[in-house]
């Protein structure tokens, strides 16, 4: 679909941005989607962090991370 190779496009640039502009439309997207818009979320630290704060402010809730992706942000948290 069009939106899966835009966040692909997305995923291969460095800028910070990329990873507000994919947490602000979280509710628009499919459970589909949501899954590659966090594999592209974890390809960077930096990315990373705006994942844990969207946790932190309630953008994204806990239970819509698969466990994997729990664990992995649960121990990026506890080293920053």
């Not at 190779?5 to 509710?27: E, H, K, Y």
């Not at 997207?29 to 705006?50: A, G, I, M």
């Amino acid at each position: 679909t069009l939106r899966s190779a835009a966040l692909a496009a997305l995923g291969r640039t460095d800028s910070p941005q990329v990873a507000d502009l994919l947490v602000s439309d979280w509710r628009h997207y499919s459970p589909t989607l949501r899954n590659s818009v966090l594999q592209t979320l974890f390809q960077r630290e930096e990315w990373l962090n705006q994942l844990l704060k969207a946790l932190e402010t309630g953008v994204i809730a806990p239970t819509e991370i698969p466990a994997a992706g729990r664990q992995f942000s649960l121990s990026l948290a506890k080293r920053n």
